[in-house]
């Protein structure tokens, strides 16, 4: 039998030179935050070399494509490019941590 994580979302990416470390969360059984909704807590953590991160989103982006393809989710707007994306392309440390 496999290991097998569940996660509601990614709570944090950090890029260090060649490193990429992903932060997968989930909302607290337990913990509610001002407005009584489920504080997101961290579960666990991927670390990659960038190649593979950059790999991992061509096929992610398939995957999506197929969804939308398939009518399983819809587009909105283009999103708009952040600064962060800009700056892995530029190959610069883009984490808010390193500001």
Excluded: H
Excluded at 27 to 40: A, G, Q, V, Y
Excluded at 44 to 57: L, T, Y
């Amino acid at each position: 039998m496999a290991n097998e994580l569940y996660a509601d979302g990614i709570g944090e990416i950090t890029i260090t030179g060649s490193i990429v470390r992903i932060d997968f969360m989930s909302l607290s059984e337990t913990e509610r935050d001002d407005k009584n909704n489920p504080k997101p807590t961290f579960r666990q953590r991927v670390i990659m070399p960038v190649d593979a991160f950059a790999n991992s989103m061509d096929l992610m982006q398939k995957a999506l494509d197929g969804l939308v393809e398939a009518g399983a989710v819809r587009r909105t707007a283009e999103p708009a490019r952040r600064p962060a994306v800009e700056a892995v392309q530029q190959g610069q440390n883009a984490s808010p941590n390193f500001n």
